[in-house]
């Protein structure tokens, strides 16, 4: 008995392989209020035979729609399923779905993290029928920029909205410092600028209930001495919405009293002062831009290794869209002879990408897009695989390297990480440290490292700084000067 009842198991699992489902798991990422949390599962019916649909086990939680429960030969079973979250945090959830063609249940996982609730949009699953399911949830943007001194509107001033990376929208705001106009939900890095002003940058998260930014720009002072402000965007949000109301739904000019921002309102608190950073990295940006200035400047071939630190602090200040945006600025600049690995590493190291191609653009382009931040930072076991991965690709004659982008200090854990270092520097790989708003004290210890490795500590602070200094960087490495 025991003998047949294996038989059948076997068999049926091994059916089983012969087809079934498109994914085993899908993680939804960080999840905040205004994202739909909706996902298909599919299942195609290879076989000659009728499949039943037996059960879907779930949870309050999860709601799911079916295409049918009978799957024909030859035809397709979509499964729907939607998560509502009734608490913040991290969740796993394993959904046993029972089938005829097998005695053991497919269990699909869903995965992901709650940084905000919001089931305002429902919490049925959109039918099949809507075309809108799977659609990104689009709101209405509105954007107000004003001189920090007088309140006055700031005319033709850009809004360019960072997504994962690139630039998704450039927005000018008219003659009374507004913008209003449709944008995917979702959080962005955003670049404030105006001629004549110093401009801002900020990362904020964009939904339906919270549509708006209120900007002030300040001409750039003749005294050194004085501060520049630092918008503190989460505290003017109250007061954003307020003037937003009036402001940005009437076509009638607006005038801003001494009242509406006395000392003691809402927004005077939002703005603090910020000090300038007390000294700057061994490596100044402008040292880290390159020109070529031979007569006959060419390149080697490529063989770089990026080590990228995917812990939860990266997922502050924007650093994640910052580091995306270099690393996809570097991707579009680079030869089809140049050789990219890409790994993360952060409570665990793992390879994303390994050596592929430069001339893959757009897949090296849409994985970094895909790229999220979560757990702790733990470099040490990251950077010993790294240079295991650089020597695997290692190019006679190239130039091999091994970049390190990270936020602040690693734990080494117990490895001596200056003899690593050193010894692979000898075999010909060399490290670069790329800084993402990195603290005095975390980019010394950082400069340090990479100087052991032949190399220097590149510091992004801005946008600007991530479009030029990496590849900037790249070149100054890989050039070879000929007569």
Not at 203 to 225: C, G, Q, T
């Amino acid at each position: 008995m025991r003998i047949f009842l294996f038989i059948v198991v076997f068999f049926s699992l091994s059916a089983n392989a012969q087809f079934g489902f498109d994914k085993i798991d899908h993680d939804f990422g960080d999840i905040y209020a205004g994202n739909d949390r909706v996902v298909d599962l599919k299942f195609r019916n290879t076989t000659p035979d009728k499949i039943f649909l037996l059960r879907v086990k779930h949870g309050r939680e999860i709601k799911t729609l079916v295409s049918g429960q009978t799957i024909m030969p030859d035809s397709l079973l979509v499964i729907r399923f939607k998560y509502n979250p009734d608490k913040k945090g991290r969740f796993r959830i394993e959904i046993p779905i029972y089938l005829t063609n097998s005695l053991e249940p497919f269990i699909f996982t869903l995965k992901g993290n709650v940084k905000e609730i919001d089931n305002s949009m429902g919490l049925a699953c959109p039918s099949f029928d809507n075309p809108n399911a799977g659609v990104p949830p689009i709101f209405d943007f509105k954007g107000l920029v004003l001189d920090s001194d007088t309140k006055e509107p700031i005319n033709n001033a850009s809004i360019t909205f960072v997504n994962n990376g690139t630039i998704s929208q450039i927005e000018e705001t008219d003659r009374n410092g507004k913008v209003k106009t449709k944008a995917i939900i979702g959080l962005y890095y955003f670049v404030v600028d105006a001629e004549g002003y110093i401009g801002k940058e900020f990362a904020k998260y964009m939904n339906r209930n919270n549509d708006s930014i209120l900007v002030f720009l300040r001409k750039p002072s003749v005294d050194p001495e004085q501060k520049e402000p630092l918008v503190v965007q989460e505290k003017t949000d109250t007061l954003a919405k307020r003037l937003f109301q009036y402001a940005l739904d009437t076509n009638d000019s607006w005038e801003v009293t001494d009242d509406t921002f006395g000392k003691d309102s809402v927004l005077s608190q939002s703005f603090v002062a910020k000090e300038e950073q007390e000294k700057k990295a061994v490596v100044s940006q402008k040292d880290t831009m390159f020109s070529i200035t031979g007569k006959n400047p060419r390149y080697k071939s490529n063989n770089i290794v990026f080590l990228l630190d995917v812990s939860t602090s990266m997922n502050s200040e924007g650093k994640l869209d910052l580091l995306k945006a270099s690393l996809i600025e570097m991707v579009k600049k680079l030869s089809e002879n140049d050789t990219i690995t890409l790994m993360s590493y952060s409570t665990f190291s793992k390879v994303i990408v390994e050596g592929i191609s430069a001339k893959e653009k757009q897949v090296l382009i849409e994985t970094i897009k895909e790229i999220k931040a979560q757990g702790m930072t733990a470099g040490g076991d990251g950077m010993k695989l790294a240079y295991r991965q650089g020597r695997a690709h290692f190019i006679e004659g190239g130039n091999n390297q091994v970049i390190m982008a990270t936020d602040g200090k690693f734990n080494k854990g117990n490895m001596n990480l200056d003899r690593l270092v050193k010894k692979n520097y000898e075999r010909g790989i060399g490290l670069t440290v790329l800084g993402i708003k990195n603290k005095p004290e975390d980019a010394e210890s950082m400069s340090s490292i990479a100087q052991i490795g032949g190399g220097r500590f590149l510091l992004i602070q801005n946008y600007e700084d991530s479009k030029e200094i990496l590849i900037s960087e790249i070149k100054r490495t890989s050039v070879v000067y000929s007569e």
